[in-house]
């Protein structure tokens, strides 16, 4: 499935290459020497016959869409099982709550999001993974009560993650929470992300609502639209016509999410290599969010995506990511994970 549909996607931006260029090229030399450039018979039909380029163009859209409708169809029943794609209930009756906050440098508002947490009803551990700070996060963190792992050098975010999610397996949540501390994610939304998970293994957060954001936060024009973009790929991935996939997603670098403990317990082994701690992805591909999703969506964890707020960032990204080029290199570095694996 994996290279068919890497094949489909690209072969589309190619073909879109094609088109434009062919149009633009003709309409350069209707501007400089008038219609009769491109008349070279008397009816369209016959300009089509004519040109070589035009008819090797239609002959390539043609083979496209006909392959794109096969694609389409034979992935009718894709995900579609009612065991494991469709309703069903499984109440959590007595929630608790294991949040994970990876760290690096933020003694700036580690002590307020730590705060915001523990102030949240059936939170009852909060785990700091911090990846060798040189300031006072460490420090902070522990005064505040949080369970704190230090890491003797910075192995980056994905690490992180890894780490902190084998620990929660070692207390008795039964919820993980995966956030930030950068302070754009507020604790009060785990009020409304929880009572999905009764439905649902994953709650995955979108910050694409405008009215939920707060103004000068670091998702850019550029960000919005890119993280819409390849949410759709992944969406597109997933494909089956009976409801456009078996997810719904718009965003695809939010970490705040939560996840039930057994729906956990399933994937946990294959984000890190064996007997590791080390991801399966680079540390500073900034993959480890998409990785989540679409290792959910393989082993047929319901997600469910819903609206979060977004507040500005406190500190610098510690992954350049604000930065133009940085951010280009991540879409595509993105892009090419999605198509591909």
Not at 121 to 144: P, R, Y
Not at 176 to 197: A, H, N, Q, R, W
Request: a positive charge; one cysteine or more.
């Amino acid at each position: 499935m994996g290279l068919i549909y890497a094949l489909i996607v690209l072969s589309f931006f190619a073909l879109i290459i094609i088109n434009a260029s062919w149009a633009i090229t003709n309409l350069y030399f209707f501007i400089v020497e008038g219609v009769q450039t491109l008349m070279v018979g008397s009816t369209f039909a016959e300009n089509v016959y004519f040109s070589t380029y035009l008819k090797w163009i239609l002959l390539l859209d043609s083979i496209w869409i006909s392959s794109t409708l096969i694609f389409i169809f034979r992935r009718k029943f894709y995900k579609t099982d009612p065991k494991l794609h469709y309703l069903s209930s499984n109440t959590i009756s007595e929630p608790k709550i294991f949040v994970i906050i990876p760290t690096f440098n933020e003694e700036q508002i580690v002590e307020k999001v730590i705060n915001d947490y523990k102030n949240q009803k059936f939170v009852t551990n909060i785990l700091i993974v911090d990846n060798h700070s040189s300031d006072k996060t460490v420090e902070i963190a522990k005064s505040c009560g949080a369970q704190v792992i230090e890491k003797k050098e910075n192995k980056g975010f994905a690490h992180s993650c890894v780490v902190g999610m084998k620990e929660s397996l070692n207390s008795n949540a039964n919820i993980i929470v995966f956030s930030e501390c950068d302070g754009t994610f507020s604790g009060d939304d785990l009020e409304k992300m929880i009572p999905y998970l009764n439905n649902c293994h994953m709650v995955i957060g979108t910050r694409q609502i405008q009215v939920l954001s707060e103004k000068g936060n670091q998702n850019s024009t550029f960000y919005v639209w890119g993280n819409y973009f390849l949410a759709k790929l992944i969406q597109l991935k997933f494909f089956s016509i009976q409801h456009l996939g078996v997810v719904e997603l718009t965003d695809v670098g939010c970490m705040y999410r939560c996840i039930r403990r057994e729906s956990l317990e399933k994937i946990v082994n294959q984000f890190s290599k064996p007997n590791t701690n080390e991801p399966i992805i680079s540390s500073e591909s900034g993959l480890f969010a998409i990785l989540m999703t679409m290792i959910g969506i393989r082993n047929n964890l319901k997600i469910v995506e819903i609206p979060i707020t977004f507040k500005k960032r406190i500190g610098i990204s510690k992954t350049q990511s604000d930065k133009k080029i940085r951010a280009i290199r991540y879409g595509l570095t993105f892009f090419w994970y999605i198509i591909w694996s």
